[in-house]
């Protein structure tokens, strides 16, 4: 697929700002590969519309095309739809023993993934874990899970036969708190499609234990039947979170977009495998990149902007060291400050700054204060800010008016213009090593 859109994308050359048709030629293609990648045609559809919108206008990084552009937008853009706002591998187990119910069809990989979370948090986070089994339904599923439990050293509730899955969940809620165990992790019955009879009986569970957790296992590459049971189990039980297992297998998981899409829910944990260390934490990029199946044209234009800031702050910094400073390099400072939040970034950065970004705060320098500078810069001609020297009393009143400010502020940023210029040729003189040492943005 990478190769096919290479030869799209080798057609698009023009440089500057995405053009819509740029967007929209590059975006058949995603629109392919997101449907390649099981990901549902509404989703992809409306994960398009609004990638296009924000695509549009934006910047083409040099020595890469359009299309490329919007491959790395469109990575970008999957990476935040897929990442919740939590730390997806941080089961919410505080108060113990934290009860957590495992849903999900038959054969998803529930008893599989209930096992591999009781090791994760044993291991990874010294818990004392209990598991039980519910499932009375299938012959031998409560064994599967003790000789698991055996083989992970985690202790499993002893098997009663003739018992309930309501009754189970209450011992094992009783054997949970009588034995000291940090959390406890049920293991329900599967089914082989949504069954009402079995949705009553988890729902039963539930209700006894109120889960902090409610775990629905799905197996990644059923795609869209993944998310239509994702979207069942929360409606009647009630879903924290999604465990993707089999994405190991040749799937693009595209089921992954669909369901945070569709369902909102968090995805916590993939699955990759058979063994018991086979569990990972849903990492979004990797999942994206996977699902978008490009990731050596995201890697390219991620190089290519790293080039170009490279370049951008060599450039500046050869035009400092001959103690050049003009209006056009204070406006870039201006605006980098802006995009780091204030004053602390750049100036700290530079060495012999740190009294003039003392000087700053203390005249109450802020983001507005910025923005009127910058406002001030825009309102000078192209020679002016490349000499600021130019400016005469008339050409300074003609500037202020423009930015709707007072000569006195004018002043005042020309004299921190000089201030920056004085420092820079000092630093100069200071030899080439010193300058800039912490990087240009
Ligand atoms: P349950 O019916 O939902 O409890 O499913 P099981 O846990 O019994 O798993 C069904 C089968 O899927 C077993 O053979 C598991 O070893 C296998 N399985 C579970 N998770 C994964 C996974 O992430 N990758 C692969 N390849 N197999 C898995
Ligand atoms: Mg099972």
């Known amino acids: 697929l990478s190769e096919r859109l290479g030869g799209v994308f080798d057609r698009l050359t023009k440089q500057g700002a995405l053009s819509e048709d740029d967007v929209r030629t ?3 293609e995603v629109r392919v590969a997101l449907l390649e990648a099981d990901v549902s045609l509404p989703v ?3 994960f398009i519309k609004a990638v296009e919108k924000k695509a549009t206008g934006a910047a083409v990084t040099k020595s890469v095309t359009p299309g490329q552009q919007v491959i790395k937008i469109v990575h970008d853009e999957l990476i935040a739809v897929l990442t919740g706002d939590e730390d997806p591998g941080r089961l919410k187990i505080d108060n113990p023993p934290a009860p957590v119910l495992m849903v999900g ?7 599989t993934t209930t096992a591999k979370i009781a090791k994760r948090l044993k291991e990874r986070e010294g818990k004392k874990v209990l598991m039980a089994s519910l499932d009375v339904n299938r012959p031998a599923a409560m064994e599967q899970l003790a000789i698991l439990g055996t083989q992970i050293g985690v202790d499993t509730l002893p098997i009663v036969k003739g018992e309930d ?3 189970i969940a209450r011992r094992a809620k009783t054997q949970a708190s009588l034995g000291g165990y940090d959390v406890y992790l049920l293991d329900t019955a599967g089914r082989l499609s949504i069954d009402e009879e079995l949705m009553a009986q988890v729902e039963a569970v539930r209700d006894v234990v109120t889960p902090r957790e409610t775990l629905l296992v799905v197996d990644g590459l059923t795609g869209q039947d993944a998310v239509h049971t994702a979207e069942n189990f929360d409606a009647r039980i009630g879903i924290s979170g999604v465990v993707l297992t089999r994405m190991d297998g040749d799937g693009r998981g595209g089921a992954a977009l669909s369901m945070r899409a569709i369902t909102g829910k968090p995805i916590r944990f993939v699955g ?3 063994k018991m260390d086979a569990l ?5 990029s990797r999942i994206a990149g996977r699902i978008l199946g490009m990731g050596d044209i995201v890697a390219l234009v991620e190089k ?3 080039v170009l800031e490279a370049e951008q702050a060599e450039r500046m910094m050869k035009r400092f060291q001959k103690g050049q400073f003009n209006m056009n390099d204070l406006k870039a400072q201006l605006e980098q400050m802006l995009k780091m939040g204030g004053m602390q970034g750049m100036m700290a950065m530079m060495p012999g700054m ?6 700053m705060e203390d005249a109450g320098f802020d983001d507005t204060v910025i923005k009127r500078q910058i406002a001030l810069i825009n309102s000078m001609t192209k020679k002016e800010r490349a000499n600021p020297d130019l400016l005469q009393a008339s050409r300074k009143k003609r500037i202020a008016a423009g930015a709707g400010q007072d000569v006195s502020d004018l002043n005042k940023l020309l004299k921190m213009q000089r201030q920056m210029a004085d420092a820079m040729k000092k630093l100069g003189k200071m030899g080439k090593k010193g300058l800039l040492r912490g990087g240009l943005g």
């Open 354 to 359: 740190a009294k003039m970004q003392k000087q």
């Open 165 to 167: 899955p309501v009754a």
């Open 26 to 28: 590059a975006m058949r």
């Open 44 to 46: 992809a559809r409306q």
């Open 105 to 111: 069809l038959q054969g998803g990989g529930k008893t």
């Open 304 to 306: 290519a902007q790293e």
């Open 280 to 284: 990972e934490t849903f990492e979004p």
């Open 272 to 274: 990759l495998g058979e």
